[in-house]
């Protein structure tokens, strides 16, 4: 397990979990947010790939397994208490969510309630039903 | 205080606080994120300005309110999960860092260690003298 130092995200703040931000190397577009420990850090860096830590299954996530769309890290910054992480990512497939849109903040908040702003990109019931 | 309702971020998740990106309106860029309860998120958007949970001091944080760079809210998302949340903002004086860049994001990841990718915009030894 690599040792959290000043060259990256301190992982001792966040209780071993922190925030990380992809977001779109071209557009800029926020893509989803999701969680890493020390061991998806070092996996990302290693492969190039976005890993992260799921909390609901408590285990690496290997973003893109199941359905393809696997996020090739471009750059990886942190940001100045070093407990947020920022990914630029290409998304492969053009979808992050596993809703089928290209992001997960595929609703704005409105006064009328939430409102879709994004076109689905694809259906998860067929992406999803391969497993 | 608000109830979670459909219509916004579930506070239930996360033990009532809520990862929250703010990305500049104009370019896209990541500026920051920050932490939202029920209550910082309500006066949110009431007030049409950013205003935070500092996990730190405990306590509402409204953001610019020492350095005058406050953060204008253009429009807000929540994530698939409504467990973040993606606030497009104005940011006024032109940076959201307290160390005086625009981005909290001004330092990447290199095989050399972090690299400042960014210009300072303000010098915070002046900014934050005036308090």
Same mark, same amino acid.
């Given at each position: 397990?690599?040792?959290?130092?000043?060259?990256?995200?301190?992982?001792?703040?966040?209780?071993?979990?922190?925030?990380?931000?992809?977001?779109?190397?071209?557009?800029?577009?926020?893509?989803?947010? #999701?969680?890493?420990?020390?061991?998806? *850090? #070092?996996?990302?860096?290693?492969?190039?790939?976005?890993? *992260?830590?799921?909390?609901?299954?408590?285990?690496?996530?290997?973003?893109?397994?199941?359905?393809?769309?696997?996020?090739?890290?471009? #750059?990886? *910054?942190?940001?100045?208490?070093?407990?947020?992480?920022?990914?630029?990512?290409?998304?492969?497939?053009?979808? #992050?969510?596993?809703?089928?849109?290209?992001?997960?903040?595929?609703?704005?908040?409105?006064?009328?309630?939430?409102?879709?702003?994004?076109?689905?990109?694809?259906?998860?019931?067929?992406? *999803?039903?391969?497993?």
């Amino acid at each position: 397990m690599p040792e959290t130092t000043a060259n990256g995200p301190d992982f001792s703040r966040g209780e071993g979990l922190l925030p990380a931000i992809a977001q779109d190397a071209q557009t800029g577009e926020v893509l989803m947010l #999701a969680y890493m420990n020390d061991e998806s *850090y #070092a996996e990302t860096l290693a492969s190039g790939r976005a890993v *992260y830590y799921s909390r609901s299954r408590k285990k690496l996530w290997r973003k893109g397994e199941e359905s393809g769309n696997v996020q090739l890290v471009r #750059a990886l *910054y942190v940001d100045c208490d070093r407990d947020t992480i920022l990914l630029s990512v290409e998304q492969v497939g053009g979808a #992050a969510c596993h809703e089928g849109y290209k992001s997960c903040f595929f609703r704005q908040v409105t006064p009328q309630g939430l409102k879709v702003v994004a076109e689905r990109i694809f259906d998860p019931a067929v992406v *999803y039903a391969k497993k």
